[in-house]
Structure formats: structure tokens, C-alpha cells
């Protein structure tokens, strides 16, 4: 058995005296663990940084086995994410979650491709703490719990849209929902077409996590997401964002 695809490096960690066991999301193949020889040495140490883009062969004798790994370097983003400590946080959040939650070797296109430009925007595109947003609501969706933005849940508008329901993902008109405004969660302008700002950052990472606990994570017998989650959360409050806070159940 053997293919050849693109990816991003997601984990690299050692194994024995010199390789490492990677895992890599593939534009084809989906999140995809091997062995590669060598990997743990200096020369190639700078090529199996998370977050590079990769030329990578896959190889083994059966489809069910781990595999070997032969990697180039396509792409490296180490400059960008070196040089903000937020973005390389996010960087660790986009592995973590995925890591955790994907199922491996199950193809998913449309985020492969959500994630290589989230990654390419880290470090380099003020907005991109938006372009994070918008990945987790993606995951979610991959996930098999999308979330319904596109209008009111009660009335069917899809105008003046503020509130999303804790209990479905669903989005709330502002009329409908201020009734209930302690009881839903806050839709970050941003998703709404409207300008981003500190607050609706805030929201968003409000709206995210709480799916992330209450959908996802109980499903792979977890109570949160993954702690490179909360780093990221706590360095983003660091620069205004604010920390993140979810609705008792």
C-alpha cells in the first residue's frame, strides 16, 4: 500500500533511538499517523515543526498498519508562528482539536482546506483570531453538529440575528430572543456580516466552546476540549479579547 499527498504537521514525537511518529492532516487522506526514519535527527528537526506544509509518501505492506512516512518540506510557517506567541497558541489549539476529535483517516476536503488558510493567516493577518472563530464553527460542522446561523429559529427572519440557543445551535432574532437574553448565548457580529470587535471575539469563543463541551467532548468521554484550547483562550483575554465563559446547564 502506498499514496502520495499534501498535508500540514500536526504532532511530531520521538520514536526509539531516531525516528517519529507524525501525524499529519492530508488533503486526500484525512489525519493520518506514520513513521518516519531519521525523524528525530537535526537535520530533520526543522521540517517536522507543527504547522508546515508537507510533500509526504506514504508507505506499508498492509492498509490497516501504522506506515512510514517519506516528508519534504513544501512549506514552512515557523517564521510567523515563532514570532507571536498567540498564533503559535493557535497553532497548538487547530492540532489539539483536531487530534482529538477527528476521526482518523476519514477525509474531510473543505476543512483540510479551512485549515491550510487559517495557518497561512497566523502571524500574518490581524484578523485572523476571526478566521479561528470561523474554523471551530467549521469543525463543528464536520464534526456532525453544525450549527444554523442563517436565521431565526423562531420566526424564520434573517435579520437582526443575536442570540444563538445553547440547546440547539440555532440563531435567535434580537426580538424573538429578549425574552430569554440570560438564557442564550450571545452571535458574534462578525458571523452575522456586521464589524468584529473585542466583544464579539469574546462571543465567539463563548458560542465554540460551549459546543465544544456540551456536543463534542462528551462524546470521546471528555467533560472539556483540550487544555491548548484554554491556553489560547487565556492569552487571547491577555490582549482584550476576554476570557470566554459558559452558560450553567
Known sequence: MDWRD????????????DAAIIEVLTAAHGRHAGV??????RRMAPALQPGTQL?????????????????????SRAAALMTEGDALAAMGSVAALLCAYLPERDP??????ATVGLLDRLGVSADWPEAYIGWEVMLLAE???????????????????????????????????APYA????????????????ANALRAGLRMTG???????????????????????????SRRGVGRETDLPD
Open 108 to 113: 474531510h476536503p473543505a476543512l483540510y482546506a
Open 36 to 41: 518516519v526514519r531519521g525523524g528525530s535527527s
Open 210 to 236: 460551549h459546543f465544544l463541551r456540551q456536543w463534542v467532548a462528551p462524546g470521546f468521554g471528555a467533560e472539556t476540549p483540550p487544555k491548548a484550547r484554554d491556553r489560547l483562550v487565556e492569552r487571547l
Open 6 to 17: 499534501e498535508g500540514v504537521l500536526l504532532t511530531a514525537r520521538r520514536h526509539g533511538e
Open 143 to 177: 464534526l456532525g453538529f453544525p450549527l444554523d446561523l442563517s436565521a431565526c429559529a423562531a420566526t424564520g427572519a434573517t435579520d437582526g440575528l443575536k442570540w444563538v440557543s445553547p440547546r440547539t445551535g440555532k440563531a435567535v432574532s434580537a426580538a424573538a430572543g
Open 55 to 75: 510533500s509526504v509518501e506514504w508507505r506499508a505492506r498492509l492498509e490497516s498498519h501504522l506506515g512510514a512516512y517519506r516528508v519534504e518540506p513544501a512549506r
Open 182 to 197: 440570560d438564557r442564550l448565548l450571545p452571535l458574534p457580529g462578525f458571523l452575522a456580516g456586521e464589524e468584529s470587535d
